[in-house]
């Protein structure tokens, strides 16, 4: 499975954005999908999670800011980030557990979101 990444950018504090990761196979039947980030000198930080149930987790910072969702017919995991702050700038990575339990078993390529005026 290779996942591709996309739809980040440079966007003003207090705008959107969509990210999107378009698995080249199903996921139907994968345990979980999600995002991690990782911004300039810190480490890397699980941001948001769907499971193959449908149930989502999210970090602190970014609850009831950002939504993850998945459409089973393109094979593809969304994040919806709604009102950025520039501490939300980091380079975004999907990624894919086949199992539950495991760590991440694919990723992406990281798509770089920078919050900015």
């Known amino acids: 499975v290779q996942l591709q990444a996309s739809g980040g950018g440079l966007v003003q504090p207090g705008g959107s954005l969509r990210l999107s990761c378009a698995a080249s196979?199903?996921?139907?039947?994968?345990?979980?999908m999600g995002w991690y980030r990782q911004a300039p000198g810190k480490q890397r930080e699980l941001v948001a999670t769907i499971t193959s149930g449908g149930s989502t987790s999210y970090v602190d910072s970014v609850k009831g800011r950002f939504t993850i969702s998945r459409r089973y017919a393109v094979n593809t995991v969304y994040l919806q980030m709604n009102s950025l702050k520039p501490e939300d700038t980091a380079v975004y990575y999907c990624?894919?557990?086949?199992?539950?339990?495991?760590?991440?078993?694919?990723w992406g390529q990281g798509t770089q979101v920078t919050v900015s005026s």
């Open positions: 990624y894919l557990i086949r199992r539950r339990g495991d760590p991440p078993d694919y």
């Open positions: 196979g199903s996921i139907f039947s994968f345990a979980s």
